[in-house]
Each structure stands twice: as C-alpha cells, then as structure tokens.
C-alpha cells in the first residue's frame, strides 16, 4: 500500500525533526518514534519573545485585588531567593502545554514542527498574559511545574470529577473503590460529586477487634501509614475493607479492625512541597480513622445506607480540608423522593451530622415532571437541595431542541455542575474573557487559544486506568465564558447570541483539526458556563454567568498574617486586619471594587430573568452544563419556586438557588468581614482616594524578590467561593 501524500509528509517531518527512526524489517521499511531524554522532548518559548513582556504592565483587575490574588494563590517559587511574576507564570503554563504535546506527538510516531509551534506558543502566551482567557487556577498552578514535569500528577491539572457508588456490591468490584477515589482526587484538589446509587446493595459487616496486645505488652501493628498521598489512601481502603469485604460477613472469622501506626507521618508545621501549605501533622487522618469506625459500626450487620455513604465521602472532604489542600469540593447526588437523603442536612433529625455535612452541596436527581413543591420547601429556606436532571444531561449536548444522546453513558456530575461526566471521569476547563475583546473576530482566535490548551490537557494520562480510559474516549473540555455581566452592559443581549453561537461553531472546526493533528477522538462536548473563583478575580470579570451583588462593593481576600504582601498593602492604602476568629495567623484585606458604568446587579436582575439567562446559554453555548446559582427572594420569590422549576426543567440540566438578605449599603452586615459588602458610591470614591495603586503596583512587583513573599499564603484559601457555594474550606 502506498502512504497518502499527507502522511508521507508527516513520515518526512517525523524523521528530519528527529523524532523517527528508519530501520529496515522483513517485509518492509519500518518508522519508529525514537527514545529520547525528557529534556530533548521539553518546549521553551523564544526567550527574546518573553523578555518583551518583563516590562509590560500587568492587567490585573480590580484595583489591585487581581494581583494579590495571584501572589498569594498562583505564584511558584522559582528559586531560593524569588517567586514568579506574571510573565513569568505566562511562560511556565505555555512551555509546560507545549512540552506535553510534543511529547505526545512523539510517542505517537506524529509530526512535530518547531516553527509553527513556536507561533502558536507565542499566540497563547500573548492571550494569557492580557488575560483574553486564562487555564483554570490549577493549571496556573500546576502546569509546567514539578507536579507535572517531574511528578506527572496531571490529574491535578483537572477541574473536577464524578463517582458512582452504584456498583459497590457487584461481582469482583472494590467495594472501597468509589471512596478511596474521591479521596485521591480531593487530596490532588479535583472536586468530586458522586450518588447514592450504592445503597442497599452491600453488607456493612462489624470486624473482629483488633490483634490483641503482645506478649510484651506492646499492641500489633496491622499497617503502618506511609507519608504521602498514596498511603493515607490505602489507609482509607484497609479500613473499609474491614467492614465492607463480603467475606468478613460470610466467614466464621471476620477479619481484625487494623491497627494503624502514624509514626511516619510528617509533623504539623512541616512544608508540603508540592502543593504549597503546611502539614497539620497526622491528627486529620486520626480523626477520619475514628469517625469512620463510629459510622460504620452503627449501620454494621445491616446494608449500607444513603446516611453511611455520604457521611463516609463527607468525613473524608474535612480530613482532606484539614489535612491543609488548598481547595476541594464535593457534591451528593440523591433520590427526591427519599426522606432520608432530604434531611441528611436538616440538624435537627441528624444532629450529628452537623461536624461534617457542611462537606458537600447536596442535590436531587430530579425527574422531569415530577412535582417539585414539597421539596422547594426546603429550598426556599437554606437553599438546597440543587437540581439536576440527569435525563437532559445524557440526551443533549446544546438543548436547542435536538437531542443527540452523546452521553448516554452520564450518571452525574462536578460540584459546581457545569459538566456532565460519566463515573471515575475527569474533566479539564478553560475561562475566556469575552468583555477583553474588541471583535467577534479576535474572540474566535482566543477560542482557538484556550480549546488548544485543554485538548492539550486530556492527552496526558491520569494515575487511575479506568478513568484514562473514559477520557480517551470522551477527551471532554469545558471552555467556559466569564464576564458575561460586564459583556451584556457593553454589547446586549443580541451581541452575546451572535458570539455563542459563532464561538461555538468555530470550536467544533477547531476540535476537528487539532483532534486530527493528534490522532485522538473529537471531544464528547466543549463547552460550559463555569462559576469562576479566583481566575476571574485576576482579570477583574465577574464570576460566569453571575451578576454582582451592587455595583459597588468591598471584596475581602485572607492572607497569612507572615505575608510580606502585608506590610506592602498597608503602605499603600489598603485595610488589613486581623480575621475573626484566626487573628494569630490570618490577616484579612479589603479592596474596593466598582463593577462597571452599566453592569446590572441582583437588585435589578429577578430570580426568572437569572433562570432565563441560564437556559439562553444552555441554548447557545453551553454543550456541557450552565453552572448557575439563582439567587431569590424569600418572601416575594420562594412561593414561586415549583412554578419555575415546572417551566425550565426542559431547558436546563442543573440549578441550584440562594436566598438572598438584601444588604443595604450602609447598614451593619450579617456577619464580621464578609467576603462582599456592598458600599455606597461616596464611600467607594472616599476609599479610592486614600489607595495609592501606583505604589501598591510598583511595590507587589518587587516584593517577588524575597521568597518569603507568599510565606504561608498558600495555606489560607478564600473560605467561600465566589459561587456561592462550590468550594469546601475549613470553617
């Protein structure tokens, strides 16, 4: 057979570049990707190119915030003497993308052409550091670092991922598996959501005691705890094992509860390199460790309830919040109809739970038509359960009204629900900036920009094989938009149809393309509406679909009391204080914030018009899911719950509700140092006047020179997410 022209070409490339070698076999001539060291494979942006932008000035938002959030969350230490600047956290993101694509063009025998490469890389770089769109926060944090070149943790390169319990007691599954996952991936910061579909359907058996003491008065240790990830994981499985191993039912000896040692376990206080932070010691995994035995021993001799799963995933969520990641979440998916999923949050039937089910947001898999009124109860005073109708999820990609049944594999989704997933999948996102273009045509070469990272991203391999192998076939992508808030004010409504569904269009040929280039399936689905947390902080956008609270405001950031960014922010103008409640280790800054000339808020934006907004990008844009917490009115809303959910169940695949106690500009608020407060505009303007952003500027630059800039920053997240509710932090 004679090779297609085009792949004669590659053929040629493959071996000029070096990636090929030529041997010669008995039946023929054969092309083989050549072993090279790592470092022969590696990409580095043109270092006359990045020395352009050493100068250039930063485009953080928001009066400065952008930039503190981007020092204290997102800046690498590049030696011992400094921490990366903006362009240089640009440069590091963009050589790590593109050292995993020639690596994956040359283990797949494919062409690699520097050039051409070379502009592409340039491209990205230009639109990442004008924040035109930008990788989600862990792939700021992650990309082209240790954890990906040395370590090859590319799971944490994902947002987010889903489980299901549903095959807990089937044939030779792993009855721990579902569990130890969740635990796995939340300690690697992916958020996780998982069902209740596991119910009923395996014993939850008591072990024998543990091995009695030795003779020598010492007690027998069945596992000792190694120092890593992967070791509190196992420690995880050999207890549920334990309870859950069919044969410690049917056996006329059980085995033994194990005994742990947790001798190798770092002290509290100690860096945790990779991640950034500091250790708490091993009195997190304690803890689990003996929540876990209460739990199951209360259901043991009986099938495993819907109580015991969640509690389960919810104990493991504040273990890995305590153990000190710097952000997880999760989120339970359960039947409506099921009065004890319903209270699994009502405290007052389950008291108990109070410690840890502020661990997930909770959900229903609603059915479509099914009567929602006795559940908007609920709703309407705490705001949850959330809403998904897995139906929508599995028959739509866009939900203009043709389904294609794409994800008929689905069974869930992430904590926030902008992605349909299947279970042990994991999905990657990307955050464009639509408000930071002057055209529709510069918006698409963005597009193009921020699909190539995250194709990029799905090539790499995670650490569980039954997950590479759902994304190999379904090479799943969130391309998200931001700012929408801010877009609607300067260009309408009618502009932002024409630009979803252009976009989208125009990332369905891109898909093709690159997907062709390396050889790998189209992408199942491309596109979302994420929540935002801190990346659009950065570009100073508002948060996905989301409207501001007021037009003007105070946004409160904590910080590691030690922080050098402390002393810097004070000097300029900034209020810094103490945080309530952490005042030995924490300090809490605010900054003033103006949305912009035009830019709607809650006061003007109904719950109905937000739920519209929703199922128009569902329409349009989003293939995957609307990420979108509808805030309303108690008392002038809340009865009209049921209605809404009756009209635009056909039109969305997830949504979730917040009352919302109106703040009004001046008054004392709820609680000390909220993350927003809204402010009139002669205070916004009596503040501003006080801020030196020129020095503020000048002086966050330069404070990169001591690597003690960030000191324990990493370690003190935002306690909430600008979501609303998709993050779980220690509280």
Known sequence: MIPSIKLRRGIASGVSSGLLTVRRANWGILFEPISRPASSLSFSLDSAFVQKYEKRSSPFGFNGLGEVVFLRTYSRKIDDNTREQWFQTVERVVNGTFTLQKQWLAQSGLPWHEESEQQLAMDMYERMFTMKFLPPGRGLWAMGSPLTTERQLFAALNNCAFVSTAHLGEGEADP?????????????????????????????????????????????????????????????????????????????????????????????????????????????????????????????????????????????????????????????????????????????????????????????????????????????????????????????????????????????????????????????????????????????????????????????????????????RNRRIGTSLSGLAQFLASRGMGALKQWCSDGYLELQRHDAVLSEKFGVPTSVKTTCIKPSGTVSLLAGATPGMHFPESRFYLRRVRLASNSNMVSVLREAGVKVEAAVGSEYNTVVAEFPIDSGEGVRTLDDVSMWEQLGLAAFLQRFWADNQVSCTVTFDPASEGPQLSHALDLFQYQLKGVSFLPREKQVPGTPAPYAQMPYESISEAKYRSYMSTLNLQQLAVSLAGSTQTCDVISAANEVPDKFCDSAACSIDGI
Not at 376 to 390: H, I, K
């Open 176 to 472: 721990a598996a579902p569990f130890c996952f969740l635990m796995d991936a939340s300690m690697l910061g992916v958020g996780v959501g998982f069902d209740t579909l596991g119910a009923g359907s395996v014993q939850v058996c008591r072990p024998a005691p543990p091995t009695p003491p030795a003779a020598t008065g010492t007690r027998t240790v069945s596992f000792v705890v190694p120092d890593s990830r992967e070791g509190w994981v196992d420690s995880l499985r050999a207890l549920l094992h334990a309870y859950l191993q069919p044969l410690n039912c049917t056996g006329s000896q059980p085995a033994p509860l194990p005994v742990f040692d947790y001798s190798l376990i770092r002290a509290a206080g100690s860096p945790i390199k990779g991640f950034g932070g500091t250790s708490q010691g091993p009195e997190p995994l304690k803890e689990l460790h003996a929540a876990l035995v209460t739990v199951l021993d209360r259901n043991a001799g009986e099938p495993i309830s819907v109580t015991t799963i969640v509690d389960i995933m919810n104990l493991i969520g504040k273990c890995v919040v305590a153990g000190n990641v710097r952000r997880t979440a999760e989120i339970a998916f359960g039947d409506p109809l099921s009065d004890e999923y319903i209270d699994l949050k009502n405290y007052e039937v389950n008291a108990e739970r109070q410690a840890h089910g502020w661990a997930s947001n909770n959900s229903v898999f609603a059915s479509l038509g099914m009567d929602y009124s006795q559940i908007c109860d609920r709703v309407r005073s705490n705001g949850e359960p959330g809403f998904a109708w897995l139906q929508n999820m599995q028959s739509f990609s866009r939900m203009d009204g043709s389904p294609d049944q794409k994800d008929f594999r689905a069974q869930g989704g992430n904590p926030c629900l902008e992605q349909t997933l299947e279970s042990y999948e994991l999905c990657c996102l990307v955050e464009t900036f639509p408000a930071r273009h002057d055209s529709m045509e510069d918006f698409l070469l963005t597009l193009r920009a921020a699909f190539l990272y995250a194709k990029i991203v799905t090539l790499a391999p995670t650490h569980w094989p039954e997950t590479n192998a759902i994304m190999r």
